[in-house]
């Protein structure tokens, strides 16, 4: 039988959605105050849902406090309170909208969870604004 276990998270980071291909101009006119030269920040929400078979030996889908290591250890650790623009090798090259953000949170961690486990990330900019990777299908 398959479940869905999810663990929540939280980091507080800086960014600016700035494109160098582009002139001043254009990247204001696209991300607007999100390019803000001086950067500006968000309290993110972080939901990681893993979907797998209950082990009948633990009764577990996956060790939920496991999860909150491995999510502590290789995102919020790695981000929390970070100019991602500045502070991280991820986003040196990458715009660091929610959708980039998302996917490269998707990555660290399917490198560390088994693949028998379906990996989804939510990610919330805001209260209003959240992304979701991968999409459903």
């Known amino acids: 039988m398959k479940l869905t276990v999810c663990r929540k998270e939280y980091f507080n980071a800086a960014h600016r959605l700035y494109n160098p291909k582009w002139s001043d101009k254009k990247n204001s006119d696209i991300f607007g105050k999100c390019n803000n030269p001086n950067y500006h920040g968000h309290n993110y929400e972080l939901v990681v849902k893993l979907t797998g078979d209950i082990n009948p030996d633990t009764g577990y889908v996956y060790d ?12 919020v650790d ?25 996917v490269v949170i998707w990555n660290i961690l399917r490198k560390q969870i088994d693949n028998k486990y379906d990996l989804k990330i939510q990610l919330y900019e805001t209260k209003k604004n959240f992304v979701e990777y991968p999409a459903q299908q």
């Not at 939920?64 to 995102?75: C, W």
């Not at 790695?78 to 998302?102: G, M, S, V, Y």
């Open 78 to 102: 790695k981000f929390d309170h970070k100019n991602l623009n500045l502070d991280t090798n991820e986003f040196k090259k990458l715009i660091p909208t929610a959708e980039n953000i998302a």
């Open 64 to 75: 939920m406090k496991a999860l909150s290591v491995l999510i502590k250890t290789n995102v």
